[in-house]
T-cell receptor
């Protein structure tokens, strides 16, 4: 069975601080895909990134970066120089090869205070 | 701009009522999904559809059914609403990936309260 754990239920930081959201996953598959989604107060989830299990390169997109480590089954997300607009609920998710559905973590509510 | 539209943002229904939640996408996606979001549980898949009239149960299908008569529309049906179905419901759509789930697009959600 697949499982995604986001142990941090809520995080609150002051603007411009760096913040890391943790994601740990469990799967027996050798090929799988990891995702991060952002859910702002408006409600719709917004896709941020998709990585496959064979690509362990870290990725950076502006102030966002992702650290994928198969050895620890983690796919952590860091926001550098956080801004109030980053306040949202963030979900990590997992999909196995051939599957057309996602298994989500519990979500982390991130609050950036001015 | 791609769009997934859910018919209602907020709904209040009585126990025992039959409830329809509607979702429409304009991206010609084959896959459509209904998730339920509850605090501390994240999103859980109720049903998904990979083509017109085709459906598969997700992780929590009990008490729900779905209908997909047209490619762009996917309906979630609560046959007899109960208070434990009070939740946020999210619809999503995506292209099918030959190897796995592709990027999904989500609607804004319907917050359903059953009283």
């Amino acid at each position: 069975a697949q499982k995604v754990t986001q142990a941090q239920t809520e995080i609150s930081v002051v603007e411009k601080e760096d913040v890391t959201l943790d994601c740990v996953y469990e799967t027996r598959d050798t090929t799988y895909y990891l995702f991060w989604y952002k859910q702002p107060p408006s409600g719709e989830l917004v896709f941020l990134i998709r990585r496959n299990s064979f690509d362990e390169q870290n990725e950076i997109s502006g102030r966002y970066s992702w650290n994928f480590q198969k050895s620890t089954s983690s796919f952590n997300f860091t926001i550098t120089a956080s801004q109030v607009v980053d306040s949202a609920v963030y979900f990590c998710a997992l999909s196995k090869e051939g599957a057309q559905k996602l298994v989500f973590g519990q979500g982390t509510r991130l609050t950036i205070n001015p | 701009d791609v769009k997934v539209t859910q018919s209602s943002r907020y709904l209040v229904k009585r126990t025992g009522e039959k409830v329809f939640l509607e979702c429409v996408q304009d991206m010609d996606h084959e896959n459509m999904f209904w998730y339920r979001q509850d605090p501390g549980l994240g999103l859980r898949l109720i049903y998904f559809s990979y083509d017109v009239k085709m459906k598969e149960k997700g992780d929590i299908p009990e008490g729900y059914s779905v209908s997909r008569e047209k490619k762009e529309r996917f309906s979630l049906i609560l046959e007899s609403a109960s208070t434990n179905q009070t939740s946020m419901y999210l619809c999503a759509s995506s292209y099918p990936g030959t190897r796995g789930q592709k990027k999904a697009f989500f609607g804004q959600g319907t917050r359903l309260t059953v009283v």
